[in-house]
């Protein structure tokens, strides 16, 4: 059974940075899309960013140049570096995995393909 669990939440003031890592045990990580998403209180879960299986990336226009997704495939580990953090990016914070070609491709960040979720890290920026 596939166990993703995410850590390196926290709370930081608005321009910090923090880096979530998402372990993965129980599959063959290579072969999962893998991605981080987000959900503020009030508000419906969103994509932040992905890989998919032949590596290319995919983010969320929120996020893009300030955060950074990449992979260690011999750790079984997948990292989000957040930098420039604002306010607005306060979260619960999920990594998921999907089965290979178990995604569109115009869909990767939507949530709904994804079928292994961890507990979620919680990420406050304050300003």
């Known amino acids: 059974q596939v166990q993703v669990v995410e850590s390196g939440g926290g709370s930081v003031q608005s321009g910090g940075s923090l880096r979530l890592s998402c372990a993965v045990s129980?599959?063959?990580?290579?072969?999962?899309?893998m991605g981080w998403f987000r959900q503020a209180p009030g508000k419906e879960r969103e994509g932040v960013a992905v890989?998919?299986?032949?590596?290319?990336?995919t983010y969320a226009d929120s996020v893009k140049g300030r955060f950074t997704v990449s992979q260690d495939n011999a750790k079984m580990t997948l990292y989000l570096q957040m930098n420039s953090l604002k306010p607005e990016d306060t979260a619960m914070y999920y990594c998921?995995?999907?089965?290979?070609?178990?995604?569109?491709?115009?869909?990767?960040?939507?949530?709904?393909?994804?079928?292994?979720w961890g507990q979620g890290t919680q990420v406050t920026v304050s300003s």
């Open positions: 129980g599959g063959v990580y290579k072969r999962y899309i």
């Open positions: 998921a995995a999907a089965d290979p070609h178990g995604v569109a491709p115009w869909s990767l960040l939507s949530s709904d393909d994804y079928k292994y």
């Open positions: 890989i998919d299986t032949d590596t290319s990336k």
